[in-house]
């Protein structure tokens, strides 16, 4: 397959403003740029904090920005502009007249302090998509007795619910590795943000969107809300095991772990117990069905761990793969090794400043039939593409010069 470069994606033509920081917002900008949108990071003269928290390769000397920054902003343009300056809001200001889309994620009332509310976007650009991801959500789309908080990933993960049905039965609760409580609003984030573009098409208006973090994680965690509405429950964490589901979760294996899904399809439990050489479990009343091995999950999941621990995990696929919901717990390192990915083009390497070797980072799953993985160009460094941005704005060259002589635009310092 041949590779696509983003600018010639399904969004090419799109241009993003892209004001936010870390990773919500980021992520949700790396998505819309993955597609082929043309994405502006701004960011303040102070850098985006990602830019400075690594991973560093250990030969790289020049550390413009690690992994973190790398993976989430790649295929952008960065300038830096100062919004808090009367002309650094200026610049961003006549940047939102063309733009299509601005996301940022600042807590309520930041923007407005700084006269970049939506409203006053929306006054000189009426087209303007906006979209913010914030901790708690938008007064503008229903107030939160608790919407001027801070938040991050972990703390939108524990008061969504998802820490609190993730560890050991029984025991504490337990972060999940991934930003989560990132990942999944900005994935919200790009959806809302995709049908207000697909709107204005037909209103020729923008939208304001929002997307609280707490709110896409209550959404993400929806099991538990009905649980509670239909039985009164209260889930706990569940270990590796499913509370409606049997046998759905991690088994051991002699060299790792497994993750297997014999429900809630009953012919799939029958499979197993064949290839366990129990065929007898499959037909038993009191196995036969998914709610019946719910009511005797622990003998279930006992045969079953019992039987999986003899064999190493290469045997287990031999005995399951293509017939059974079945899969090695794979760590980093094996994923560079698996054909799948490969195949997929789901690992791509991409250049790294200050390096002479390329470096991986994980591609968009998105794929479109017809075209090949699309091509990944690195994230940009500080400051380095500030002017030609301008430039294309319509700012002369004297412009730029004084804008950057104010402290306006520009790294510290800059001539």
Known sequence: MTARTPTTGPLAGLTVLDLSRMLAGPFCTMVLADLGATVLK???????????????????????????????????????????????GAVIRRLATTADVLVENFRPGVMERHGLSYE???????????????????PRTGSSPVQDWPSFDIVAQAMGGLLGITGPAGGPPVKTGPGFGDIVPALFAAVGTLAAVRERETTGRGRFVDVGMYDAVVAACERIVYQHSYTGAVPGPEGNAHPLLCPFGLFPAADGFIALAAAPADHHWRLLCEAMGRPELGTDPRYARNTDRVAHQADVLDAVGEWSARHTRAELADLLGGRVPFGPVNTADALFEDPHLAARGMLQQVEHPGLDRPVTIAATPIRLAGNGPPAVRRAPLFDEHTDDVLRRAGYADDEIARLRATGAIGAPGSP
């Open 120 to 138: 006053e976007l929306a006054g000189i650009n009426p087209r303007l998509v906006y979209t913010a991801v914030r901790g708690f959500g938008d």
């Open 42 to 88: 701004v960011e303040p003269p102070f850098r985006d904090m990602v830019r400075d928290q690594g991973p560093y390769a250990e030969d790289d000397e020049l550390k413009a920005y690690g992994g973190y920054f790398q993976s989430v902003n790649r295929n952008k343009q960065g300038l830096v502009v100062d919004l808090t300056s009367q002309d650094g």
